[in-house]
């Protein structure tokens, strides 16, 4: 399994434009950060016989939320195609480039299947209803191709032979799935892991978790 960390920003990235406070001016590329996802690629041969990753007749790539940044981080990052998304939550900053998933269909020739929670999967249904319900009056290119299907907590699931696990967290009042693919788990706009989920954590090799700052956060 191979993880690429695609952004870490917050909901506005960094720098936030009209900002002028030290980190936003800073010339450091560590102080630029497109908002939040990540890419975990897999390799499981036909048999379920692990491969190496990059083996790509073999691999799956699995991308973490669709953001506003979705085509930029595809571009440097060199994505060719994508074979799953599943989302942590309908923010807009972790949403709203689900329309740039239209160039991995032209690519791929097929539906790519969304996996969310049952908020989050009625959220993308009502704001990309185009895409879900296509109006045949619709002129404007070909909406993207997606298929969902409706995750429940800790129920896993496997793509591309890769047991996923959603995890509830708490991001404020709203509840939202951080993942366990295998052996590492993601956590992001985390502001409380409940006990049975911090119990599903164990025996992990690599977490990545939410830190936004030093000081206390409401979400």
Known sequence: MRVTVLGTGTSTGVPVPGCSCEVC??????DNRLRTSILVETASAPDGATVETEDRAYSKVILVDTGPDLRQQSLRAGIRRIDAVVYTHAHADHIFGLDDLRGFN???GAAIPLFAGEH??????RIYSYAFHPDPRYQGGAPPRLTM?????FKSFEIGGLEVTPLPLKHGSMDVFGFRFGNFAFLTDCSHIPEE???ALEDLEVLIIDGLRLREHPT
């Open 120 to 125: 989050t999967s009625r959220e993308l249904k």
């Open 197 to 199: 989920s911090k119990a």
């Open 149 to 153: 299907k409706t995750l429940q907590p």
């Open 25 to 30: 001016r800073s010339n450091d590329p560590r």
């Open 106 to 108: 032209f690519a791929a």
